[in-house]
């Protein structure tokens, strides 16, 4: 594997770590499409909101609204309003 389960990148067999460009969720804009690569994973019960929520490497969904304190998204064609202070721990890369 390259990536552990929170998207965390594992060294190659030489030590060399890949890193993939990420953007904290919170600071994408409004309309874009973006797919999870990374969440916090040093809080076990940030994890497991991170979960309730649906928000966890490999999902992609879609900014449909926010403001300071929520961000509206877009996920499987459910939409939900994830709290900022959650979203601040997903970081993501624009597809």
């Known amino acids: 594997?390259?990536?552990?389960?929170?998207?965390?990148?594992?060294?190659?067999?030489?030590?060399q770590i890949i890193e993939t460009e990420t953007t904290n969720l919170v600071n994408i804009e409004e309309g874009s499409?973006?797919?999870?690569?990374?969440?916090?994973d040093?809080?076990?019960e940030l994890l497991n909101e991170l979960?309730?929520?649906?928000?966890?490497?490999?999902?992609s969904?879609?900014?449909?609204?926010?403001?300071?304190?929520n961000i509206v998204l877009r996920i499987d064609g459910q939409i939900i309003s994830v709290p900022a202070h959650i979203a601040s721990?997903?970081?993501?890369?624009k597809l």
């Not at 594997?1 to 030590?15: A, L, N, V």
């Not at 721990?89 to 890369?93: A, E, L, P």
């Open 1 to 15: 594997p390259t990536h552990d389960p929170h998207g965390d990148p594992i060294p190659t067999r030489e030590g």
């Open 33 to 40: 499409n973006v797919r999870i690569e990374r969440v916090s």
């Open 42 to 44: 040093s809080d076990h």
């Open 51 to 59: 979960e309730k929520y649906g928000l966890m490497p490999r999902q």
């Open 61 to 69: 969904l879609t900014i449909e609204a926010k403001d300071e304190s």
């Open 89 to 93: 721990n997903v970081f993501v890369s």
